[in-house]
């Protein structure tokens, strides 16, 4: 055994700047050895460029992310909702006169788009997950983007606390009430700038084109829903509602 292993030794001497083996009974080990350099084989090859170009195995956790920002959505939407809004409700918050149900103009038009951009949105993390092709911009992006999506989450739940008139479909009836609370009072649409902070976190998480598309998808649906919704509020609480919009911005503090 030791003299296994001194020929062993022997057969890794380097002369210059290369490994040499020194006879053919090191030539099994020498093969071994050569199966962690980056040369020595295209499928090892192909294993480095791959994993040191995406990190495959922290892309694929993005589904992970995602399906915890959504369990968290649903599970304070139905915590909200069964506790009959009585979680977070804003005192602030106003109603209006009895009348009938007024739905946005185009309402289903507008959903529909919306849902295009998510669409377009988990297409394109297939396309690059999938086949291992996810472009890196720089060291730590799957980090910011998981970290975005966490702060999309926090944000989209603490809208939910606050907003008891929650409808997929914005609407104004006898029961909604005008939620200025929480959120709410540094911005008029924190559950669209969520999803808007969720398609960013996803972008720079899988940076293709096709996942930046959605993200523009995702702020131009998102703006056209809030300014008809806003329009419709308008109508339903006059100068309350437009003393709040000179208060508050859509999507950005101080910004827009």
């Not at 992310?65 to 005192?91: C, E, N, P, Q, Y």
């Not at 038009?109 to 890196?136: D, E, Q, S, W």
């Not at 939910?160 to 540094?186: C, E, K, M, N």
Request: with cysteine.
């Amino acid at each position: 055994m030791r003299g296994l292993i001194e020929r062993e030794i022997m057969c890794r001497i380097v002369v210059g700047q290369k490994r040499r083996p020194a006879s053919p009974s090191c030539g099994l080990q020498s093969n071994l050895f050569s199966v962690f350099e980056e040369d020595s084989s295209p499928v090892i090859r192909h294993f480095f460029g791959y994993t040191h170009f995406n990190m495959r195995n922290l892309d694929f956790a993005i589904y992970s992310v995602h399906a915890m920002f959504w369990a968290a959505f649903m599970l304070t939407r139905s915590t909200v909702h069964r506790r009959d809004g009585s979680l977070g409700i804003s005192k602030e918050a106003e109603t209006i006169p009895e009348r009938q149900e007024t739905t946005v103009p185009y309402s289903r038009a507008l959903v529909v788009f919306h849902a295009l951009a998510f669409a377009v949105m988990y297409v394109g993390i297939a396309i690059a997950v999938f086949p291992h092709r996810v472009p890196v911009w720089f060291t730590g992006q799957s980090l910011v983007g998981a970290l975005i999506i966490a702060a999309s989450a926090a944000l989209v739940i603490w809208a939910l606390v606050h907003l008891r008139s929650w409808r997929f479909r914005a609407a104004v009836d006898a029961d909604h009430q005008l939620a200025t609370s929480g959120p709410f009072r540094l911005l008029r649409h924190p559950i669209y700038m969520g999803l808007n902070l969720l398609a960013l976190g996803t972008a720079v998480w899988t940076p293709t084109p096709m996942v930046w598309i959605a993200f523009l998808l995702m702020i131009i649906g998102g703006d056209l829903r809030a300014r008809a919704e806003e329009t419709l509020l308008i109508k339903a609480y006059g100068p309350t509602y437009r003393e709040y919009c000179s208060r508050t911005r859509r999507f950005v503090p101080g910004i827009y």
